[in-house]
């Protein structure tokens, strides 16, 4: 393991006033995207989408780090100039997911096991030959009534740690990703009760698989009230719950976390890491930073639409996501900012 290369990587995802920008939606996912749009569900739509995201002016200024899709590190701009060239140019690290989905849990009825690690070591090295520096491999566990189980944490636990560790082996960081999902209707004690039992067996696990803490980053959810709970609270207390659960179970070798936004409207998913940033920060061993998918992408792809004519507008959208974001990072978000 090449402990200084993994360090140098990690830093550069970790700078502040940056983070991860997550556009390794799986084709599947992407085109529910697109169709409820009314986009197209072809290569060249994803493609053309890709090259939207990787062409705004300026995106290096707020996005340390992107994840990409096999199809997606594979594609070119329309003027043949590769993704991977315009990220580096950018001086953004490209990243990889290298997971290949959550499928059913045999004799976990609801549960889901993510899989993807038979043949990894020859994909790691591909994707490291490309040109990535780090990977990203997500779990997801469900609440529910009776569940989650031990049996599905500690098997997704499992799973994250094996990958993690082939990636360091090829001098990837890995990005782990442990998701409580927001669906249901649990409170927020709920969800921080998962959360923290699910991250200790996870880095019980990493332990054990011997991934050095130093070279990887986490990528948890928020601790939140299930979509359907009828009490929600506050974005402060979202912060406090979330960074006292966050505290108790990840070590402080751990250089970085960078949260998924799991379905959150895009400006909470801001108010939010800020909350935690502003009201936390000189207490965290961590920097706290965001690794969005939809809470950068979503208003974009709503006024892009496939649309030419749109391609300026959405640009500026996810200009301001990302800038917003950054500024969150900072704990010097304010929701003026969304008028601005
Ligand atoms: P969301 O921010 O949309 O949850 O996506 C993050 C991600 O990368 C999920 O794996």
Redesign the pocket.
């Known amino acids: 393991m090449d402990k200084p290369e993994l360090n140098t990587t990690v830093q550069a995802m970790m700078q502040a006033g940056k983070g991860l920008l997550?556009m390794?939606?799986s084709n599947p996912t992407c085109n529910k995207r697109f169709a409820k749009l009314g986009i197209p569900q072809t290569v060249e739509a994803r493609r053309a989408w890709r090259e939207l995201i990787l062409t705004v002016d300026g995106l290096g200024e707020f996005i340390s780090g992107a994840?990409l899709y096999d199809e997606t590190i594979r594609q070119s701009k329309n003027d043949g100039t590769s993704f991977l060239k315009l990220l580096t140019d950018a001086g953004i690290v490209p990243g990889i997911?290298v997971d290949t989905g959550a499928k059913d849990l045999a004799g976990h009825p609801g549960e889901k096991v993510t899989e993807g690690l038979d043949g990894l070591r020859e994909r790691l090295s591909e994707y490291r030959q490309m040109g990535a520096r780090f990977a990203?491999w997500?779990a997801v566990i469900t609440i529910g009534e009776g569940i989650p189980s031990h049996g599905c944490v500690e098997a997704n636990a499992h799973a994250l740690a094996r990958y993690a560790a082939l990636c360091q082996e090829a001098g990837l960081v890995p990005v782990v990703?442990p998701?409580v999902l927001m669906d249901g209707d649990h409170t927020l004690e709920q969800c921080a009760r998962v959360t923290e039992e699910t991250l200790h067996t996870v880095f019980s696990q990493l332990h054990r698989q011997r991934v050095l803490l130093e070279g990887m980053i986490l990528?948890p959810?928020m601790v939140l009230p299930g979509r359907d709970c009828p009490t929600q609270v506050s974005v402060e207390e979202v912060a406090d719950t979330t960074v006292n659960c966050l505290l108790r179970a990840v070590p402080a070798a751990v250089p970085g976390i960078a949260?998924?936004?799991?379905?959150?409207s895009a400006e909470l998913?801001s108010a939010r890491l800020n909350a935690m940033n502003f009201r936390w920060r000189s207490k965290m061993p961590w920097v706290l930073t965001?690794?969005?998918?939809?809470?950068?992408?979503?208003s974009a792809l709503d006024i892009w639409k496939g649309q030419e004519n749109n391609l300026a507008a959405a640009q500026k959208a996810l200009y301001h996501r990302a800038r917003c974001n950054s500024m969150a990072r900072l704990g010097e978000y304010s929701p003026n900012m969304e008028n601005s």
């Not at 949260?259 to 959150?264: C, E, K, R, T, V």
């Not at 965001?290 to 979503?298: C, G």
Request: charged share 35%; glycine share 8%; no cysteine.
């Open positions: 997550a390794d939606e994840i997911k990203k997500r990703e998701e990528k959810n949260f998924l936004s799991g379905g959150q998913a965001f690794s969005f998918s939809r809470a950068i992408q979503q």
